[in-house]
């Protein structure tokens, strides 16, 4: 396994915390992440794929070892990683949600946050899904576009959703948690 390779190399060179190493990638590069947390699970902490789906099967293979956050930023009206594939091809956020709400023994019912409507012209709006107390106090969220499409949400961006910057989202969601689960957690 490549990534394996370069993350091992990576320690011996360089000064990393090997219990906080994340993954995270765009459309192809997002499914790529969930095949990293099945994968390659005793090395990679936590995921935040960005428009990226599981293909039916991803998941059979597993090897979870610790509690794996995860976070998903997804359009619904997203053509290319459809939210809700009816082509047989993709697994639904749904699914792809309660897999991992499933796996790290999150609570059922996720907390549902309306995120501020920054931009009315940008023609969509996000809703936060939070699946809490995990194993070890991980979460498994969702930021859901509603009216989004097949982009990475930045304000940089002059065609994507405006009311959130999916740089800070994943770096403020996946940088809470080591392989333990959420850093500082008290769980038993």
Same mark, same amino acid.
């Given at each position: ?81 459809p939210?809700?594939d009816?082509? !047989? ?10 897999f ?35 194993? !070890?106090?991980?979460?498994?969220e ?6 989004? !499409? ?39």
């Amino acid at each position: 396994f490549f990534i394996e390779f370069l993350i091992d190399t990576f320690s011996t060179q360089y000064n990393i915390d090997l219990s906080r190493v994340y993954a995270c990638g765009y459309s192809l590069g997002g499914m790529f992440s969930y095949e990293l947390a099945c994968q390659l699970n005793e090395k990679i902490t936590a995921i935040a794929p960005v428009a990226g789906a599981a293909f039916y099967g991803a998941f059979s293979n597993c090897n979870i070892l610790h509690p794996t956050a995860v976070m998903s930023i997804v359009g619904t009206d997203d053509v290319t990683h459809p939210y809700n594939d009816i082509n !047989g091809w993709y697994f639904s956020i749904a699914e792809i949600d309660s897999f991992w709400a499933f796996t790290n023994n999150t609570d059922i019912t996720p907390i549902f946050t309306q995120i501020t409507d920054i931009d009315t012209n940008d023609g969509s709006t996000v809703e936060r899904y939070s699946w809490i107390n995990g194993d !070890g106090c991980v979460q498994v969220e969702e930021l859901k576009i509603i009216n989004g !499409g097949h982009d990475w949400p930045s304000s940089l961006s002059s065609w994507s959703n405006q009311d959130i910057d999916a740089n800070v989202e994943v770096w403020n969601f996946v940088s809470k948690f080591d392989m333990n689960g959420l850093i500082g957690c008290n769980s038993t």
